[in-house]
C-alpha cells in the first residue's frame, strides 16, 4: 500500500469511505463484510480546528477525583473535559473497579450525558497499541456514536502505548474514517523532536483534523532532555526548557503537517505566570484553545486562569444580504474553506444572525460586516479604537497590522509592552 503522504486529506477520507479497502488491510477481515452501522443522532462534534472551550484531561476516575465534583468545577470555569475511554483494545473498566468506569458505549453515553447536561462539553480520549487496528478503530467510533464531541488518540512511541507499523496506521485510520466519516479526530503526541521520528505521525496526520501535542515543560525539564533538544538542533538556551521554548520547537516541528494545533499544557506546573506565559504564546501560534493534562495534578488556581483567557475563535455574524463568496472575499478566504470550517450542507443557505468560524488562519475575534471607523473626513489615517480582548497581546497585534511592538506601545504611551489587560482601550495606526 502506497503511503499516504502520496495523497492529500481529502482523497484519504473520499477512500475511507469505499470501506472495502480500510478492511481488507485490517487484520479483522472478517469485518470487511459487515456493512456500515446506521447513523445514530449524536451531538453535533466540535470543530477541530478551534474549540469552543479549553479542556481538562482525565485519566480515571479514582486518580483524578469523584465525577461530580470534576463535572461542577469544570461548568463553574467554563471548562470541558477529555475522559479516556480505552486503552488498546481494553476498557478502563480493566484498571478502574469503580461504579463510574467506563465498560463500553453504553457507559460512555451515561458519562457524556451526565457532564454534557452539567454544562461541561464531552469529549474523550485513548490509548492506540496498533496491535488490532481495526477493533480499535471500532471502539473509538462506538466512543464517538455515543456522544463524544472528539476523539484524541494518544501516540506515542514509549513502552505500553503505540507498538504497530505504518501499514497498521492506515489500517486504522481508513477504518476509523468508515465507521466516522465526520468525526473530530485528534491526533495527541510526544511532540520532543527525538520522539516524532518513532511514530506513523504522517500516516495519522492525514486522517486527523487537528494536533494535540503534550507541552508538558516542567516534565520535560532535566539535563538529559535538554542534552537531547541540544542534539536535535534546538538550544534552550540559559533558561533551560521554558513553556514558550517547548511550544516554539513544537510548532515549527509539526507546521510541515498543516494542521490546526491544541498545545496540551503541563498540568503539574503551578506557576501561573508559567502558565499564563503557555497561552499567550500559543495564541501567537494561532491555536485557538488549549488544554491541560490533567484535571487530578493541577493546581486549583489554573481553572480560574483558563476561564479568564477563553479560546480564541475568529467568527463572523452573518448579516443582511450576506452570502458565503462575499464573506469570503472578505477575510481572504474562500468558499469551501468556509463550508468546511462550518459543516455547511447547503451553500446557498444563510441565516440572520449565523455565527460562522473563519477559517484557520484568519483571526480577529468575533466581527459584523460594519467597517472599522478608521479614516478622518481629511483624508488622513486616523487611529482605530481597540479594546484588548482575552489572548491578545502587543506582539500578536504588530504582526496582524504589519508594524512593530515598540510602534504600538510608543502610540499609546505604554511603557510595559508585555502588560497589557483584558478590556484595556488602545488605539492602532
Same mark, same amino acid.
Request: no cysteine.
Given at each position: 500500500?502506497?503511503?499516504?503522504?502520496? !495523497?492529500?486529506?481529502?482523497?484519504?477520507?473520499?477512500?475511507?469511505?469505499?470501506?472495502?479497502?480500510?478492511?481488507?488491510?485490517?487484520?479483522r477481515?472478517?469485518?470487511?463484510?459487515?456493512?456500515?452501522?446506521?447513523?445514530?443522532?449524536?451531538?453535533?462534534?466540535?470543530?477541530?480546528?478551534?474549540?469552543?472551550? !479549553?479542556?481538562?484531561?482525565?485519566?480515571? =476516575?479514582?486518580?483524578?477525583? #469523584?465525577?461530580?465534583?470534576?463535572?461542577?468545577?469544570?461548568?463553574?470555569?467554563?471548562?470541558?473535559?477529555?475522559?479516556?475511554?480505552?486503552?488498546?483494545?481494553?476498557?478502563?473498566? +480493566?484498571?478502574?473497579?469503580?461504579?463510574? /468506569?467506563?465498560?463500553?458505549?453504553?457507559?460512555?453515553?451515561?458519562?457524556?450525558? %451526565?457532564?454534557? *447536561?452539567?454544562?461541561?462539553? =464531552?469529549?474523550?480520549?485513548?490509548?492506540?497499541?496498533? @496491535?488490532?487496528?481495526?477493533?480499535?478503530a471500532?471502539?473509538?467510533? @462506538?466512543?464517538?456514536?455515543?456522544?463524544?464531541?472528539?476523539?484524541?488518540?494518544?501516540?506515542?512511541?514509549? #513502552?505500553?502505548?503505540?507498538?504497530?507499523?505504518?501499514?497498521?496506521?492506515?489500517? =486504522?485510520?481508513?477504518?476509523? +474514517?468508515? +465507521?466516522?466519516?465526520?468525526?473530530?479526530?485528534?491526533?495527541?503526541?510526544?511532540?520532543?523532536?527525538?520522539?516524532?521520528?518513532?511514530?506513523?505521525?504522517?500516516?495519522?496526520? !492525514?486522517?486527523?483534523?487537528?494536533?494535540?501535542?503534550?507541552?508538558?515543560?516542567?516534565?520535560?525539564?532535566?539535563?538529559?532532555?535538554?542534552?537531547?533538544?541540544?542534539?536535535?538542533?534546538?538550544?534552550?538556551?540559559?533558561?533551560?526548557?521554558? $513553556?514558550?521554548f517547548?511550544?516554539?520547537?513544537?510548532?515549527?516541528?509539526?507546521?510541515? %503537517? *498543516?494542521? $490546526?494545533?491544541i498545545?496540551?499544557?503541563?498540568?503539574?506546573s503551578?506557576?501561573?505566570?508559567?502558565?499564563?506565559?503557555?497561552?499567550?504564546?500559543?495564541?501567537?501560534?494561532?491555536?485557538?484553545?488549549?488544554?491541560?493534562w490533567?484535571?487530578?495534578?493541577?493546581?486549583?488556581q489554573?481553572?480560574?486562569?483558563l476561564?479568564?483567557? $477563553?479560546?480564541?475563535?475568529?467568527?463572523?455574524?452573518?448579516?443582511?444580504?450576506?452570502?458565503?463568496?462575499?464573506?469570503? +472575499?472578505?477575510?481572504?478566504?474562500?468558499?469551501?474553506?468556509?463550508?468546511?470550517?462550518?459543516?455547511?450542507?447547503?451553500?446557498?443557505?444563510?441565516?440572520?444572525?449565523?455565527?460562522?468560524?473563519?477559517?484557520?488562519?484568519?483571526?480577529?475575534?468575533?466581527?459584523?460586516?460594519?467597517?472599522? /471607523?478608521?479614516?478622518?473626513?481629511?483624508?488622513?489615517?486616523?487611529?482605530?479604537?481597540?479594546?484588548?480582548?482575552?489572548?491578545?497581546?502587543?506582539?500578536?497585534?504588530?504582526?496582524?497590522?504589519?508594524?512593530?511592538?515598540?510602534?504600538? /506601545?510608543?502610540?499609546?504611551?505604554?511603557?510595559?509592552?508585555?502588560?497589557?489587560?483584558?478590556? #484595556?482601550?488602545?488605539?492602532? $495606526?
Amino acid at each position: 500500500m502506497p503511503r499516504p503522504s502520496s !495523497h492529500t486529506r481529502r482523497e484519504f477520507l473520499a477512500a475511507a469511505a469505499g470501506a472495502g479497502v480500510a478492511f481488507a488491510a485490517a487484520p479483522r477481515s472478517t469485518l470487511a463484510a459487515v456493512a456500515p452501522p446506521a447513523p445514530v443522532a449524536r451531538r453535533a462534534p466540535a470543530s477541530a480546528a478551534g474549540l469552543a472551550t !479549553h479542556l481538562a484531561w482525565v485519566w480515571q =476516575f479514582p486518580a483524578d477525583g #469523584q465525577r461530580e465534583v470534576i463535572r461542577d468545577v469544570l461548568a463553574s470555569h467554563g471548562l470541558g473535559i477529555v475522559l479516556k475511554t480505552h486503552d488498546g483494545s481494553d476498557w478502563m473498566s +480493566r484498571w478502574d473497579r469503580t461504579a463510574d /468506569a467506563v465498560t463500553g458505549p453504553r457507559k460512555v453515553e451515561q458519562l457524556a450525558n %451526565f457532564f454534557e *447536561n452539567g454544562g461541561v462539553p =464531552f469529549h474523550a480520549w485513548a490509548v492506540l497499541h496498533g @496491535d488490532d487496528p481495526a477493533h480499535e478503530a471500532e471502539m473509538a467510533a @462506538d466512543v464517538l456514536n455515543a456522544g463524544a464531541r472528539s476523539m484524541a488518540l494518544d501516540l506515542e512511541p514509549h #513502552q505500553g502505548f503505540w507498538r504497530g507499523s505504518s501499514a497498521s496506521a492506515v489500517a =486504522f485510520g481508513m477504518a476509523l +474514517r468508515w +465507521r466516522a466519516p465526520g468525526a473530530s479526530i485528534i491526533t495527541s503526541i510526544d511532540p520532543r523532536p527525538w520522539t516524532l521520528d518513532a511514530i506513523p505521525l504522517e500516516e495519522f496526520a !492525514h486522517f486527523s483534523d487537528a494536533l494535540a501535542p503534550q507541552v508538558y515543560w516542567k516534565t520535560f525539564s532535566t539535563q538529559s532532555n535538554v542534552d537531547k533538544y541540544r542534539r536535535s538542533g534546538e538550544d534552550p538556551g540559559a533558561e533551560g526548557i521554558t $513553556p514558550t521554548f517547548a511550544l516554539d520547537v513544537t510548532m515549527r516541528k509539526l507546521a510541515r %503537517f *498543516n494542521l $490546526p494545533v491544541i498545545p496540551v499544557g503541563d498540568g503539574t506546573s503551578s506557576n501561573v505566570e508559567a502558565w499564563r506565559a503557555f497561552i499567550d504564546r500559543s495564541y501567537e501560534h494561532d491555536a485557538d484553545a488549549v488544554s491541560v493534562w490533567r484535571y487530578g495534578v493541577a493546581a486549583p488556581q489554573l481553572w480560574g486562569i483558563l476561564r479568564d483567557t $477563553p479560546p480564541r475563535v475568529a467568527t463572523y455574524v452573518v448579516e443582511s444580504g450576506d452570502t458565503l463568496s462575499g464573506i469570503a +472575499r472578505r477575510f481572504g478566504t474562500d468558499v469551501p474553506a468556509l463550508i468546511e470550517a462550518n459543516g455547511i450542507a447547503n451553500p446557498n443557505m444563510l441565516t440572520l444572525g449565523q455565527q460562522l468560524r473563519l477559517p484557520r488562519g484568519v483571526r480577529g475575534g468575533a466581527v459584523s460586516a460594519a467597517p472599522s /471607523a478608521g479614516t478622518s473626513g481629511g483624508g488622513g489615517a486616523a487611529p482605530t479604537p481597540y479594546t484588548i480582548e482575552p489572548g491578545d497581546s502587543l506582539w500578536s497585534l504588530a504582526r496582524k497590522l504589519n508594524t512593530t511592538t515598540d510602534a504600538l /506601545a510608543s502610540l499609546n504611551g505604554i511603557s510595559d509592552p508585555a502588560r497589557i489587560r483584558i478590556g #484595556q482601550q488602545i488605539v492602532l $495606526p
